[in-house]
């Protein structure tokens, strides 16, 4: 299955090309830029993940070929796992280090509980999971609460209401290596996909997270018994992520390296850049 080339972006350190693959209807939206022989797979938001991992790609231009990806609307928890081997199998990817912020990490980890040998070093950056079935009523009740409400603020607001919102969380700090120039140019870039963004697409990525929520479960044996090449990161400022969620993803991952910083908010990694670029520098290069 071939991956159709839409658009490329020249900066000054690099250049990304955005790439489309259509799976069962859905478009699979992603960039690919770098010039190492080691293989990164980012997502960083369901929502123009594959623009707002360009930063990422950046850094790691020399020591990676990153894939920043989105995630697109779809009702299935379940056929995320399968969009995502599509787009590594375009690319001709059999193993690659992983990254996935929130909602990302979990597409990640059911990534890795379908093809448990894809991935060498991960990272679960302010992310969650479900180990029982009793996790949607309480330690990921908030998540539920957060789809409810969103269902609820799209039933009275225009669409670019949340839009509006998701903009002031990402884009304040995003920024590129380069001239102000460039960083103009890719927060331009996610304010217009952030405006192709409907109603619609809204409510059935709430469909998807609420069937992982209700229908889905991990264990901790695809983790249990790997080196030390597995990266945990939350901010004791994530109003999102509650300490339930953090606990149990150490549960998940008992071996796992932890970092806590102490600001940064959900998206540690815009807000506490230079931190989180020397952590995971420190991470990637490690010798296990």
């Known amino acids: 299955m071939n991956a159709s080339v839409v658009r490329k972006y020249d900066f000054i350190n690099f250049t990304a090309v955005e790439?489309?693959?259509?799976?069962?209807?859905?478009?699979?939206?992603?960039?690919?830029?770098g010039n190492g022989k080691r293989f990164l797979l980012a997502i960083l938001s369901n929502i123009t993940g594959h623009l707002l991992g360009l930063p990422l790609a950046e850094e790691f231009r020399e020591e990676f070929t990153t894939i920043a990806l989105s995630v697109p609307p779809m009702h299935t928890f379940a056929d995320t796992a399968k969009g995502l081997k599509a787009v590594l199998d375009a690319e001709q990817v059999t193993k690659c280090n992983v990254i996935g912020n929130s909602n990302g990490g979990v597409h990640i980890q059911n990534l890795i509980?379908?093809?448990?040998?894809?991935?060498?070093?991960?990272?679960?950056?302010?992310?969650?999971?479900?180990?029982?079935s009793e996790d949607a009523y309480t330690t990921n009740a908030s998540e539920v609460k957060i789809y409810?409400?969103?269902?609820?603020?799209?039933?009275?607001?225009?669409?670019?209401?949340?839009?509006?919102?998701?903009?002031?969380?990402?884009?304040?700090?995003?920024?590129?290596q380069s001239e102000k120039a460039d960083t103009d140019k890719l927060i331009a870039l996610c304010k217009e996909d952030?405006?192709?963004?409907?109603?619609?697409?809204?409510?059935?990525?709430?469909?998807?997270?609420?069937?992982?929520?209700f229908n889905h479960i991990f264990t901790s044996e695809p983790y249990i018994n790997r080196p030390k090449d597995i990266l945990i990161v939350d901010s004791e400022s994530d109003n999102l992520a509650n300490p339930m969620q953090r606990k149990q993803m150490l549960e998940l991952c008992?071996?796992?390296?932890?970092?806590?910083?102490?600001?940064?908010?959900?998206?540690?990694?815009?807000?506490?850049?230079?931190?989180?670029?020397s952590l995971l520098h420190k991470f990637w290069d490690a010798v296990d």
Request: charged share 25%; glycine share 4%.
């Open 19 to 33: 790439k489309n693959l259509v799976l069962d209807g859905k478009p699979w939206r992603y960039t690919v830029s």
């Open 113 to 132: 509980k379908q093809y448990p040998n894809i991935a060498d070093k991960i990272v679960f950056s302010h992310s969650l999971t479900s180990m029982n």
């Open 148 to 176: 409810s409400k969103m269902r609820t603020i799209l039933k009275v607001l225009p669409v670019s209401a949340l839009t509006y919102g998701l903009g002031r969380t990402f884009f304040p700090k995003l920024r590129l």
């Open 194 to 213: 952030f405006k192709k963004i409907t109603k619609q697409d809204f409510y059935t990525m709430a469909d998807c997270m609420e069937d992982f929520l």
């Open 254 to 277: 008992p071996n796992a390296n932890e970092y806590h910083f102490k600001t940064g908010g959900h998206v540690t990694i815009i807000n506490c850049r230079e931190e989180y670029f």
